[in-house]
């Protein structure tokens, strides 16, 4: 099995996001035998991404033909925020695209 590095970048925002921006990233790193945030290259890593994170682990352990099936033969997915936006949170709805990259 393969050694990829995830990388979530920040596609759109609908609404107002207080901690991201367009083109933001976080990269998650294989550290075997587990995953890292990688500080120095994430802009900011808010808890609420966090609640997708179990989709990291498909991404990054999964044979190349699940990741092109859920990427579309692409490489990339896309995830959003749980905070839905107003009117039932002050938070925008900030869609990610992910993809990943082979680390040796």
Do not use: Q
């Not at 920040?10 to 976080?26: A, M, Q, S």
């Not at 550290?31 to 990291?56: G, H, M, Q, W």
């Not at 352990?61 to 033969?73: Q, T, Y």
Request: charged share 25%; net charge neutral; glycine share 8%.
């Amino acid at each position: 099995m393969g050694k990829y590095r995830v990388i979530y970048e920040v596609e759109e925002i609908r609404g107002t996001c207080p901690i991201y921006k367009i083109g933001d990233k976080i990269v998650i790193d294989p550290k075997f035998p587990t995953e890292i945030i990688n500080l120095k290259e994430s802009t900011a890593v808010c808890l609420r991404v966090l609640d997708n994170i179990d989709f990291n682990l498909i991404y990054a352990a999964a044979p190349d033909n699940v990741v092109e099936h859920l990427g579309v033969k692409t490489g990339e997915c896309r995830i959003a925020c749980p905070m839905p936006g107003p009117p039932y949170t002050p938070c925008g709805y900030v869609i990610f695209r992910v993809k990943r990259e082979g680390v040796e």
